[in-house]
């Protein structure tokens, strides 16, 4: 038996070689049917949602939770026997909020939580329950609002001193469920809020402390702008600030386009990269052309299938994007600084 061999087999807990480690080597990818979204998630027009947390953040009506939904939608559309766990703390998600996602919600376990405590013993429950195989996504909506244990206790004792335990809770709280995650090849998508720090050029932070920040693999920052049509509000540009990820380039920004009429525009975000990569140009000011038309369209034109597939599918495209958004793997050292 070789040294390799004698410590693998050593230890309590099944070991492998790094380079066969299921828990990188069978890694889950699901995408999802709007492009920008899995840029977002994976730096990759192919890629999509990873297992492990992932949380989006900001402000209120920033299509958060629809975000998610759009998630769960590609992730039970996979796994026709998968399962939602729907940790639920603002009751802002409704039924119809599933339905309309085309989300099976005889498939959604709903699950109520008053407080951290209250969220950290269930999970921890549930995750032990779940054998890796199971096909299981956890949606938690949200941590923003959630109190402590503590703070539900000193308003029922008519306690007005500040809690501090909080974002010790929540640290607790990922530091128990993300090894699980990774391990049992669970994605965990988290809604979360965020406030303006302070100073004279205040930013947005996420809230809860170091310990989202630490445990997740992708944390977004959802900002949003106005789109309106002959000086009427029709809908928001949101837009996905890459605050954390392991897969994207930090501080990447994206956008996508939801509509009152239509919902999320599938095809948004695109147009700049496309016209940054060369694959759409612009012959007049207001039109545009793809490589593979040879008619021009304006913008609104541009948002459709015909258009975008002979795009999406060009690996000179594919790469481009890639390079643009995902993380490389290179090496720290350069042998011509030693010569």
């Given at each position: 038996?070789?040294?390799?061999?004698?410590?693998?087999?050593?230890?309590?807990t099944?070991?492998?070689?790094?380079?066969?480690?299921?828990?990188?080597?069978e890694?889950?990818?699901?995408?999802?049917?709007?492009?920008i979204?899995?840029i977002?998630?994976?730096?990759?027009?192919?890629?999509?949602?990873?297992?492990?947390?992932?949380?989006?953040?900001?402000?209120?009506?920033?299509?958060?939770?629809?975000?998610?939904?759009?998630?769960?939608?590609?992730?039970?559309?996979?796994?026709k026997?998968?399962?939602?766990?729907?940790?639920?703390?603002?009751?802002?998600?409704?039924?119809?909020?599933?339905?309309a996602?085309?989300i099976?919600?005889?498939?959604?376990?709903?699950?109520?939580?008053?407080?951290?405590?209250?969220?950290?013993?269930?999970?921890?429950?549930?995750?032990?329950?779940?054998e890796?195989?199971?096909?299981?996504?956890?949606?938690?909506?949200?941590?923003?609002?959630?109190?402590?244990?503590?703070?539900?206790?000193?308003?029922?004792?008519?306690?007005?001193?500040?809690?501090?335990?909080?974002?010790?809770?929540?640290?607790?709280?990922?530091?128990?469920?993300?090894?699980?995650?990774?391990?049992?090849?669970?994605?965990?998508?988290?809604?979360?809020?965020?406030?303006?720090?302070?100073?004279?050029?205040?930013?947005?932070?996420?809230?809860?402390?170091?310990?989202?920040?630490?445990?997740?693999?992708t944390v977004?920052i959802?900002?949003?702008?106005?789109?309106?049509?002959?000086?009427?509000?029709?809908g928001?540009?949101?837009?996905?600030?890459?605050?954390?990820?392991?897969?994207v380039?930090?501080?990447?920004?994206?956008?996508?386009?939801?509509?009152?009429?239509?919902?999320?525009?599938?095809?948004?975000?695109?147009?700049?990269?496309?016209?940054?990569?060369?694959?759409?140009?612009?012959?007049?000011?207001?039109w545009?052309?793809s490589?593979?038309?040879?008619?021009?369209?304006?913008?609104?034109?541009?948002?459709?299938k015909?258009f975008?597939?002979?795009?999406?599918?060009?690996?000179?495209?594919?790469?481009?994007?890639?390079?643009?958004?995902?993380?490389?793997?290179?090496?720290?050292?350069?042998?011509?600084?030693?010569?």
């Open positions: 038996m070789s040294l390799l061999e004698k410590l693998q087999n050593a230890g309590v099944p070991a492998s070689v790094l380079s066969q480690s299921v828990v990188f080597t890694k889950d990818m699901i995408p999802t049917e709007v492009p979204i899995n977002a998630l994976s730096g990759n027009l192919k890629g999509g949602l990873i297992p492990g947390l992932t949380v989006l953040a900001g402000p209120s009506k920033h299509f958060k939770s629809n975000l998610a939904l759009i998630m769960v939608r590609a992730y039970m559309k996979k796994y026997d998968s399962v939602c766990l729907f940790y639920d703390s603002e009751f802002g998600t409704t039924p119809e909020y599933f339905s996602q085309e099976d919600i005889e498939r959604v376990i709903h699950i109520p939580v008053e407080h951290i405590e209250h969220l950290k013993f269930d999970i921890s429950k549930r995750l032990d329950a779940i890796r195989g199971d096909k299981v996504i956890i949606f938690i909506d949200s941590i923003g609002n959630l109190a402590s244990k503590k703070e539900v206790q000193d308003a029922l004792d008519e306690k007005s001193v500040a809690d501090m335990s909080r974002a010790k809770a929540l640290k607790s709280l990922f530091r128990i469920i993300t090894p699980s995650l990774t391990s049992k090849n669970l994605p965990c998508l988290v809604v979360n809020h965020t406030y303006k720090e302070i100073g004279l050029f205040p930013k947005d932070v996420v809230s809860g402390g170091t310990g989202v920040m630490y445990s997740a693999n977004w959802i900002g949003r702008s106005q789109e309106k049509e002959g000086g009427e509000l029709a928001y540009n949101f837009n996905i600030n890459v605050d954390k990820s392991r897969f380039k930090e501080k990447s920004k994206l956008s996508f386009l939801v509509t009152f009429d239509y919902g999320v525009s599938k095809y948004s975000g695109l147009l700049d990269i496309a016209l940054e990569s060369g694959h759409v140009t612009k012959p007049a000011n207001g545009y052309k490589v593979f038309e040879n008619t021009k369209v304006r913008a609104v034109d541009t948002e459709t015909e975008w597939a002979p795009i999406l599918k060009d690996k000179e495209f594919q790469e481009f994007v890639a390079n643009k958004y995902q993380l490389g793997a290179h090496t720290m050292y350069n042998d011509e600084d030693f010569k």
